[in-house]
DNA sequence: CGAGCGCTTGACAGATCTCAATAAAAGTGG
DNA sequence: CCACTTTTATTGAGATCTGTCAAGCGCTCG
């Protein structure tokens, strides 16, 4: 796993890793170009993989996640979203995905026709999209070179804004490095999403209780108990 | 790592796959808005991660790979990128990958300054983006769900234009379904792509050579005999 | 021909997955 | 409001896959 000793990791030592943003404000939403505006529950499909393409979308409230299937059932959360962000791109004619709200959402809908002529929208999209690839691009670290516990770790950090990145001032306050989080997905969910097992992340997340660096209230309610630490453990420093 | 008999993937039993495409021909280049194109010889940095960033790339010929580092020196490979594909694009002013040639290579250079007000460039980049993007959305399921022997398969099956999409129909001639390959990359390099080690992916091409699935005629030249039985090993069958 | 680099192979270790049982939480109906 | 069912999460034991470490092979090039 480490290629410390290569002539590379040597030749890069200088680098830096980007500040995780926080949701980024693109100017203008959907909203702004005609979009219709539509309110979806929790978990709710909002268009399945090989539907005929037909909008673009955009999160105007909630969370919504993107994944694919193989045809045995293994399951890949590709992407998780935020307010600002979009969705249902398609380089053909059917989306590539299926998109599921993980809360309640609120997503503007724009018809593909307005798309292409507008420079506007194009702009917004070539930013949203630019965005979204460098998670993606960080997601593929994850993805292929952590470990569980890098995984689960990362995954907590990227929920908390304004820590974990280079900018990261470490806690606003000496003695109190904690903070409250609400998880809007399943263990399964989590673990489509880290490319893990439900009982691994299960076990990860009770081996980081077990250590004091997070407290579990309710499965889906987590205080975290040491950033710092947890930080630590992305794998990232 | 099955999840067969959840209800989800019942549901999803009629989703489709969708091809992957060749190059895409996006229309204009960066060469039609003005760029200078510069020529790069085989394993060279273009820029390094957390460089300034100052220009938008565009691949003319040749291939380019972008990846990011771990501070132990884990690398992951998170683009392989053809002709008309771009790169360079950063949500902040740094660079968030490094970018190097895999071949000699000819690229495209556009000053991010030309970029925001052109509405052409900005189609451009939206398509190419989308396009990445689904490349990307399809490599986090061969990272986060696909078996060893799966990973290498796909990544076989993406270097043959035309083949194991739904579009597929299967060998041109009956009796030969093969096809010769020029790889572009060492073994290190297809291992950080694909988030294996070096070991994994020698041991799998060695395991399809003995299965008479490939023939290596050089350790960069490999002749696939049986596309079809390659392709049922991708986990997308 | 020898050195160096990239690739292959083997033996073993360890992380994560699988399968199974249990526990806890959430939803249901009387 | 309380049993009862269903879903979701946790935990354990064992299997398996991939990683680690080490040695050897085979090009390529000076």
Known sequence: MAYLDTQESIRFARRVRPVRPGVQDTGDTFADFGA????????????????????????????????????????????????????????????????????????????????????????KLAKCLANQ????????????????????????????????????????????????????MTRQEIADYLGLTIETVSRVVSDLKRRGVIRVDRSDQIHLRKVCSLCQMTGMH
């Open 36 to 123: 219709k505006t539509s309110a979806y529950s929790a978990h709710n499909v909002i268009y399945y993989e090989g539907d005929a393409a037909q909008r673009l979308f955009e999160v105007a409230s909630g969370t919504v996640m993107l994944f694919k299937l193989l045809p045995d059932g293994r399951r890949q959360v590709v992407e998780v979203l935020r307010p600002g962000e979009i969705f249902g791109l398609a380089g053909s004619n059917e989306y590539e995905c299926t998109a599921e709200t993980l809360t309640d959402a609120s997503i503007h809908e724009l018809d593909l026709r307005l798309v292409d002529s507008n420079l506007d929208v194009q702009r």
């Open 133 to 184: 690839m460098r998670i993606l691009h960080e997601h593929a670290v994850l993805l292929g070179r952590k470990s569980a516990v890098e995984r689960v770790a990362s995954f907590l950090m990227y929920l908390i804004p304004n820590r974990g990145g280079v900018g990261c001032l470490g806690p606003e306050n000496e003695d109190d490095d904690g903070y409250d989080l609400k998880l809007h």
